[in-house]
């Protein structure tokens, strides 16, 4: 089981980016999915989270720019990321509650952190 992550980059001030978080491997379901980030010299903090029913919940700082969505069937996460700020930049990583296929539990995974930056 893994969780890829990409759609990081540069962005001016003001722009959008959307982030993409696919989980693979033998998976009998996906719970929680969540981005976290981490900005360089402070620590990981939670950005947005989703059930698999889809209720949300966001960090103050990103409420009203971020959306946070999902489609189970394709096993993936995504964020929408608009009107970016500068203090936005970091790493983001996604994460998910993953119940493996033949396990009597579920473990959780994390994805590779993919870069935004922004800045004009």
């Known amino acids: 089981v893994q969780l890829q992550a990409s759609g990081g980059g540069l962005v001016q001030p003001g722009g959008s980016l959307r982030l993409s978080c696919v989980a693979s491997g033998s998976i009998f379901s996906v719970n929680d999915m969540r981005w976290y980030r981490q900005a360089p010299g402070k620590q990981r903090e939670l950005v947005a989270a989703?059930?698999?029913?889809?209720?949300?919940n966001y960090a103050d700082s990103v409420k009203g720019r971020f959306t946070i969505s999902r489609d189970n069937v394709k096993m993936t996460v995504y964020l929408q990321m608009n009107s970016l700020k500068p203090e936005d930049t970091a790493d983001y990583y996604c994460?998910?509650?993953?119940?493996?296929?033949?396990?009597?539990?579920?473990?959780?995974?994390w994805g590779q952190g993919t870069l935004v930056t922004v800045s004009s």
């Open positions: 989703i059930t698999r029913g889809g209720s949300t």
């Open positions: 994460y998910a509650a993953i119940w493996p296929t033949g396990r009597a539990y579920v473990n959780d995974y």
